[in-house]
Nanobody, 121 residues
Framework: QVQLVESGGGLVQAGGSLRLSCTAS????????AGWFRQPPGKEREFVAA????????FYSDSVKGRFTISTDNAKNTVFLQMNDLKPEDTAVYYC??????????????WGQGTQVTVSS
């Protein structure tokens, strides 16, 4: 398993932006693919975005496509989630995961602790 540490969550007004970061041990995202999931209050965890190892491809859920961007900086051992045009329905705890590009959470072997994103209307 890989240790993942997320940061960058917070409170933002609708229409604003946040960038989430997920830092791992050296070389992680050259070897492992990664994904972001979120869990809204009272709901199940849901897929947001994923990136193939070596940044060879990305894909997104329909709800965030065109607003969110996933990327990696291998020199910093970090995967990012740039979130623009945020909406109140984006409010959730966001989790970074490594080991897959699947849209199902059970396919991932490592998880971060989560970071809260709250979007006010």
């Amino acid at each position: 398993q890989v240790q993942l540490v997320e940061s960058g969550g917070g409170l933002v007004q609708a229409g604003g932006s946040l960038r989430l970061s997920c830092t791992a041990s050296e070389g992680t995202f050259s070897v492992y693919s990664a994904g972001w999931f979120r869990q809204p209050p009272g709901k199940e965890r849901e897929f947001v975005a994923a990136i193939f190892r070596g940044s060879s491809g990305t894909f997104y859920s329909d709800s965030v496509k065109g607003r969110f961007t996933i990327s990696t900086d291998n020199a910093k051992n970090t995967v990012f989630l740039q979130m623009n045009d945020l909406k109140p329905e984006d409010t959730a705890v966001y989790y970074c995961a490594a080991g897959s590009v699947a849209t199902t959470s059970r396919s991932y072997s490592s998880w971060g602790q989560g970071t809260q994103v709250t979007v006010s209307s």
